[in-house]
T-cell receptor, first 112, second 114 residues
Framework: GNSVTQMEGPVTLSEEAFLTINCTYT??????LFWYVQYPGEGLQLLLK?????DKGSNKGFEATYRKETTSFHLEKGSVQVSDSAVYFC???????????FGSGTRLQVQP | DAMVIQNPRYQVTQFGKPVTLSCSQT?????MYWYQQKSSQAPKLLFH???????NEADTPDNFQSRRPNTSFCFLDIRSPGLGDAAMYLC?????????????FGDGTRLSIL
């Protein structure tokens, strides 16, 4: 079956620090990969996506590269801000499936 | 500007009293989803509609039902809520299924059971 594994949080960083949140996956087909962000009390917002191997998704300074050889889709940002504090979910959508498979989420706390 | 709208944002009901949550979309997407998210957990898909075609997940309790009277609206009905049904309920839409189509989420309805 499909699964997504994320690093456990919380991840606590100082403002302007470099961020990496690891995500690895298992899938039976050729999935599309997503990062969603959830701010406190809100729904999920699509942060970025990649639909095939070696694609790089990017948005708001965040980046993630679809690595088929390592089945990974790690999220990175060069300089985090306090406003980036949220829970980040890695997710995949496998070929022929209609439902997203989510990782367990990683809480990021950025301190001023 | 909001594209997937859930009402209400917060819902309180009594143990065993039926409750309905609503979702509307302005995106004209074919697919609408309902997810349940318990505290500090990932969202879990309950069911989805592709147009009028209803698709239930195998482990969704019978207590949960859904209606989609038209393209824009989708409802989640909980017939007899138990304490374990307290959660955030998220509605999402996508244009199509698969093919890298992202799902667009509403802000959710937080359901509390007294």
């Amino acid at each position: 079956g499909n699964s997504v594994t994320q690093m456990e949080g919380p991840v606590t960083l100082s403002e302007e620090a470099f961020l990496t949140i690891n995500c690895t996956y298992t899938a039976t087909g050729y999935p599309s990969l997503f990062w969603y962000v959830q701010y406190p009390g809100e729904g999920l917002q699509l942060l970025l996506k990649a639909t095939k191997a070696d694609d790089k998704g990017s948005n708001k300074g965040f980046e993630a590269t679809y690595r088929k050889e390592t089945t990974s889709f790690h999220l990175e940002k060069g300089s985090v801000q306090v406003s980036d504090s949220a829970v980040y979910f890695c997710a995949l959508l496998d070929t022929g499936r209609r439902a997203l498979t989510f990782g367990s989420g990683t809480r990021l706390q950025v301190q001023p | 500007d909001a594209m997937v709208i859930q009402n209400p944002r917060y819902q309180v009901t009594q143990f065993g009293k039926p409750v309905t949550l609503s979702c509307s979309q302005t995106l004209n997407h074919n697919v609408m989803y309902w997810y349940q998210q318990k505290s500090s957990q990932a969202p879990k898909l309950l069911f989805h509609y592709y147009d009028k075609d209803f698709n239930n997940e195998a482990d969704t309790p019978d207590n949960f039902q859904s209606r989609r009277p038209n393209t824009s609206f989708c409802f989640l009905d909980i017939r007899s809520p138990g304490l374990g049904d307290a959660a955030m309920y998220l509605c999402a839409t996508s244009r199509e299924t698969g093919g890298g189509q992202p799902q667009h989420f509403g802000d959710g309805t937080r359901l509390s059971i007294l």
